[in-house]
């Protein structure tokens, strides 16, 4: 067995068992929004009244299924909820965009460490700062972590990606 296999295989076991761990269901779910930005925004949209997902498409000048992917992204957070057709704020919202400015982005980066994937992923890059993982790593992560299948595995697999470099890239200044 290959060494990158093996660590894959460790990565794993390791999600799993912190997935057993996450009380929140939605923590399981993979997102599909890259934009983390456009996701940091979407709670001051929310307490604005941009609060379905036809506004938050109209807003962002994207399509509505486009918008329903960036509700659901800040809704894994924990940012936001939803009525079924309104989104309202979470308690762990309200305190996000009440937060000083200086502290918002500290608060944002725990909630994505938060999640499973991110969480194994961002440390085992953090233990290693010669590690990478290809977007092929992490779909075959995402196989074995979820009931996600052919292309849809791939674009999920982009996002994390996305998310892992935006974390790296922001890290700095948390």
């Known amino acids: 067995m290959l060494q990158s296999e093996t660590l894959l295989e460790a990565i794993e076991s390791c999600i799993e068992e912190y997935q057993k761990i996450i009380g929140n269901k939605k923590k399981n779910k993979i997102p599909q929004a890259n934009d983390i930005d456009k996701i940091r925004?979407?709670?001051?949209?929310?307490?604005?009244?941009?609060?379905?997902?036809?506004?938050?498409?109209?807003?962002?000048?994207f399509s509505k299924r486009q918008g329903s992917y960036y509700r659901e992204a800040t809704q894994i957070l924990g940012l936001i909820n939803t009525n079924g057709i309104c989104y309202h704020l979470t308690e762990s919202g309200e305190k996000y965009v009440h937060l000083p400015i200086e502290i918002q982005k500290?608060?944002?980066?725990?909630?994505?460490?938060?999640?499973?994937?991110?969480?194994?992923?961002?440390?085992?890059l953090k233990a290693d700062e010669n590690k990478s993982f290809t977007l092929r790593d992490i779909v075959k992560?995402?196989?074995?972590?979820?009931?996600?299948t052919g292309k849809t595995l791939t674009r999920r697999a982009?996002?994390?990606?996305r998310w892992l470099k935006w974390i790296q890239y922001n890290i700095k200044s948390v």
């Open 158 to 161: 982009n996002t994390i990606s």
């Open 106 to 124: 500290k608060f944002f980066v725990k909630l994505i460490l938060d999640f499973p994937v991110i969480h194994m992923l961002f440390s085992n």
């Open 141 to 148: 992560i995402l196989n074995v972590n979820s009931s996600l």
């Open 41 to 61: 925004e979407i709670p001051f949209l929310v307490s604005q009244g941009v609060d379905t997902d036809y506004k938050l498409a109209k807003h962002f000048q």
